[in-house]
């Protein structure tokens, strides 16, 4: 099926109709509030002394552990294996980003080396996943590429994945284009992919980049606060553009990972993949750690395969914001459960 442009033109003449307000939290706030709330917490996300204070203190830590499965790695280990006898795979995050030192990109690779010893150890299904500027982006790109190169070989030695994360889009390119250079590498078509977010207008021109050299993406909607002129600022055709991306790649050839907690998308996908007699094996659904568990179960009882992105670490403060941006009506929720205790 092919992604049509024409599509997506007309989903970008849309942009400006009218969201209809959703279920939950759109019925108790209006779109323009939601909006202005989801930019306050993206703003948040990338305020140092906010997230010195937050990552420090033993409240920021309690809260936190409503999206994050642990400080350490032993934790992250030990929730995978809950999640593997659940028949979910996972995709470990050793959360950081925007890594300023050597030092400290080094660091990361460490703790990723550590994770996929421990994949092969102990047997887990499970990969992992990689942001760029953890690994030294903004300080050299060769660097970043070296390290990202020393973690794919390691994950290819030990059979499994690297997924590299997508982050705003000053880096979309950069980060396309070294996942290209890390997979045209000798031995390592498909042991490397990348993500791509259907906020953006680029998107259908990369998706069709990326499966014709057989590069394994997973879709999501997009989490950084981004310019009407790269992205759609409207939700309806984000989700519009995401369904035609969903459907073109389910049918590329190429596995993909379907990244929504959007139950209608879901649903969308659950029907397309009987009308169209698509195999299971074909894709998976995927779902970040602590979100809509209800409905990871369900896919998994329906015989889909699932992949749960597994975050842990200190370092939760900016993940955790993107999050509540997402969903202002979880800071309600994590206050409540807060006061309970
Ligand atoms: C596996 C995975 C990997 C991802 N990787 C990236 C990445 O590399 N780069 C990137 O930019 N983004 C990434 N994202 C985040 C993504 O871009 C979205 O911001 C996020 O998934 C919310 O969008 P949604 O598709 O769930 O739909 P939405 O329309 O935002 O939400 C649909 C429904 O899902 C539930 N929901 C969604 N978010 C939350 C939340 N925070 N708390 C509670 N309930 C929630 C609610 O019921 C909501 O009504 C990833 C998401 C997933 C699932």
Same mark, same amino acid.
């Given at each position: ?20 307000? $959703? ?23 990338? $305020? ?7 990552? &420090?203190? !033993? ?12 400080? &350490? ?7 995978? &294996?809950?999640? $593997?006898? /659940?028949?979910?795979? *996972? ?20 703790? =990723? ?12 299904? !499970? ?12 300080? /050299? ?10 973690? +794919? ?13 997508? /982050?705003?889009?000053? %880096?979309?390119? @950069?980060?396309? @284009? ?5 997979? !045209? ?15 953006? %207008? ?39 553009? =995401?369904?035609?991306?969903?459907? =073109?790649?389910?049918?590329?050839? *190429? ?11 879901? $649903? ?50 900016? =993940?955790?914001?993107?999050? +509540?941006? /997402?969903?202002?009506?979880? *800071? +309600? ?9």
């Amino acid at each position: 099926m092919k992604c049509s442009s024409r599509r997506l033109r007309h989903v970008r003449r849309g942009a400006t109709r009218t969201t209809s307000l $959703n279920k939950g939290v759109r019925s108790v706030f209006s779109e323009r509030y939601f909006s202005v709330l989801r930019s306050a917490f993206l703003a948040l996300s990338s $305020n140092a002394s906010f997230r010195h204070f937050s990552e &420090q203190s !033993a409240a920021g830590r309690q809260v936190s552990q409503r999206f994050v499965a642990g400080m &350490q790695p032993v934790e992250a280990i030990s929730a995978c &294996q809950t999640l $593997n006898r /659940e028949g979910m795979a *996972v995709t470990l995050d050793s959360l950081g980003e925007s890594v300023l030192e050597e030092r400290a990109a080094r660091a990361s690779a460490d703790v =990723y080396h550590q994770l996929l010893d421990a994949i092969a150890d102990r047997r887990l299904d !499970a990969n992992v996943s990689v942001k760029l500027t953890q690994i030294g982006m903004d300080i /050299e790109t060769a660097m970043a590429e070296r390290i990202a190169g020393e973690i +794919l070989q390691h994950a290819t030695a030990v059979d499994s994945f690297v997924r590299i994360d997508m /982050e705003g889009s000053a %880096y979309t390119e @950069a980060t396309l @284009a070294m996942t290209e250079r890390l997979h !045209a590498r000798p031995g390592m078509k498909g042991r490397v992919g990348t993500v791509l977010q259907a906020y953006l %207008y680029r998107t259908a021109d990369d998706a069709r980049r990326l499966v014709e050299k057989g590069i394994r993406i997973r879709l999501c909607k997009g989490a950084y606060k981004e310019p009407p002129e790269r992205a759609f600022p409207e939700k309806r055709d984000v989700d519009e553009n =995401y369904v035609a991306l969903m459907t =073109y790649l389910a049918t590329s050839g *190429v596995f993909c990972g379907i990244a929504t907690h959007d139950e209608r998308i879901v $649903n969308t996908m659950r029907t397309f993949v009987r009308t169209h007699s698509l195999p299971k094996h074909m894709f998976e659904f995927q779902m970040l750690y602590g979100i809509r568990r209800d409905l990871q179960r369900t896919l998994v009882r329906e015989g889909y395969k699932v992949r749960v992105y597994l975050p842990f670490g200190t370092e939760w403060y900016p =993940y955790f914001m993107r999050r +509540l941006a /997402e969903r202002p009506a979880n *800071v +309600l929720f994590l206050a409540k459960n807060f006061l309970k205790r």
